[in-house]
């Protein structure tokens, strides 16, 4: 059984950072490409990060990273804005498979 479990949402302050991880189980983890989604109240799901490219609004405060050997992806997050409040998904994908966690919560706010 696929499991992917995000961690390391949580309140932070303006100008902050967070870690966010994403522990992948059931599948080859190296084999799959991840991605970080987000998705607040009111708005669609977006496109964070790919490990490749960002989204111009997180362009040089995100960086995306994955561990094959730990079977976990990472997005480490900088200066962070109130309008990063969101709720922040991993995604693993490889044609036909598309799997998705639960979501961790970001706050950003004084």
């Known amino acids: 059984q696929v499991q992917l479990v995000e961690s390391g949402g949580g309140l932070v302050q303006p100008g902050g950072s967070l870690r966010l991880s994403c522990a992948a189980s059931g599948l080859t983890f190296s084999s799959y490409a991840m991605s970080w989604y987000r998705q607040a109240p009111g708005k669609e799901r977006e496109l964070v990060a790919t490990m490749r490219t960002y989204a111009d609004s997180v362009k040089g405060r995100f960086t995306i990273s994955r561990d094959n050997a730990k079977n976990t992806g990472y997005l480490e997050m900088n200066s962070l804005k109130p309008e990063d409040t969101a709720v922040y998904y991993c995604?693993?994908?490889?044609?036909?498979?598309?799997?998705w966690g639960q979501g961790t919560q970001v706050t950003v706010s004084s």
């Open positions: 995604n693993l994908k490889r044609t036909p498979y598309d799997y």
